[in-house]
C-alpha cells in the first residue's frame, strides 16, 4: 500500500483560516486509516488536497472532472478548488467547520472515476456518510 497524504492548503493571501490545520490534523488520519487503502495503487497517488480558496465563485468541480476524471494524476496529484469565498469561518462551530470539511472531501472524491479506486468508489462515499451522520 502507498502512503498517500491528505491536506488541505488555504494560501497565507486568503483571509485567515485560524484553526484549519487543527481540523487537517484530525482529519487526515481518518483519511488515511479509511480511505488510503480503498484507493488504486497503480496510479501512484501521492496527495490529495482541498485547495481553499477566496477568489472563485463555486467549487471548481467541473475543472476538477475535466483534469482528473480517468486520467492519471500528474505527479501522483490530486487537487480541487473549494471556494470559501461567502464562508465566515469564524463564526463557524467545530461540527460546522468538521462537516463543511468533510463534505467537500466527500466531493472530491464523489469527482473521481472508478479507476481511483481499488473496488468502487461506493465504500469511499458509504464512509464519508457514516461520517456526516
Not at 9 to 20: A, C, M
Not at 27 to 51: A, D, H, R, S, T
Not at 95 to 123: A, H, P
Amino acid at each position: 500500500m502507498r502512503n498517500v497524504m491528505f491536506t488541505i492548503f488555504s494560501p497565507n493571501s486568503v483571509r485567515k483560516l485560524t484553526d484549519l490545520y487543527l481540523y487537517n490534523l484530525k482529519l487526515e488520519p481518518l483519511l488515511v486509516k479509511n480511505v488510503q487503502g480503498l484507493l488504486n495503487n497503480n496510479l501512484k497517488i501521492k496527495k490529495i488536497m482541498l485547495f481553499l480558496s477566496a477568489d472563485i465563485d463555486s467549487d471548481n468541480v467541473n475543472g476538477f472532472v475535466q483534469n482528473f476524471y480517468n486520467k492519471k494524476p500528474i505527479l501522483g496529484i490530486i487537487s480541487m478548488d473549494i471556494s470559501i469565498k461567502d464562508l465566515n469561518w469564524d463564526i463557524l462551530n467545530e461540527s460546522q467547520k468538521t462537516s463543511f470539511l468533510i463534505g467537500k472531501w466527500r466531493l472530491l472524491f464523489s469527482s473521481l472515476s472508478e479507476n481511483y479506486f481499488s473496488n468502487s468508489k461506493t465504500e469511499v462515499l458509504k464512509y464519508f456518510n457514516t461520517l456526516i451522520e
